[in-house]
């Protein structure tokens, strides 16, 4: 079984940036044989897909919702995935997690994102 911790949430400012990392432990083999992706949820909503990234991490696919302000990325040699989130909006205020594109694992404990001036 892989383990993921999520972190690198805060709070920010309307436009700002915040870079999410999600390290995986555990099977590490697991990780890096697998696309890799994102996904939020906001208060009294459900989770919903944010982004993914190919094993190699040569394609990425986007919601509508981030793309061209978020771009995710990955170190197979570290096991983890990156989101860098630009041009942060208050509706980007979620907890995010990562898992792989097919949510093959457990949720991890995710981080909170809170984007407010």
């Known amino acids: 079984q892989v383990q993921l911790v999520e972190s690198g949430g805060g709070l920010v400012q309307p436009g700002g940036s915040l870079r999410l990392s999600c390290a995986a432990s555990?099977?590490?083999?697991?990780?890096?044989?697998?696309?890799m992706g994102w996904f939020r949820q906001a208060p009294g909503k459900e989770r919903e897909f944010v982004t993914h990234?190919?094993?190699?991490?040569?394609?990425?696919y986007y919601a509508d919702s981030v793309k061209g302000r978020f771009t995710i990325s990955r170190d197979n040699a570290k096991n983890t995935v990156y989101l860098q989130m630009n041009s942060l909006k208050p509706e980007d205020t979620a907890v995010y997690y990562c898992?792989?594109?097919?949510?093959?694992?457990?949720w991890g404990q995710g981080t909170q994102v809170t984007v407010s001036s």
């Open positions: 898992n792989s594109r097919e949510i093959t694992w457990s």
């Open positions: 555990g099977h590490t083999f697991s990780v890096s044989t697998n696309a």
């Open positions: 990234i190919s094993r190699s991490g040569g394609n990425t």
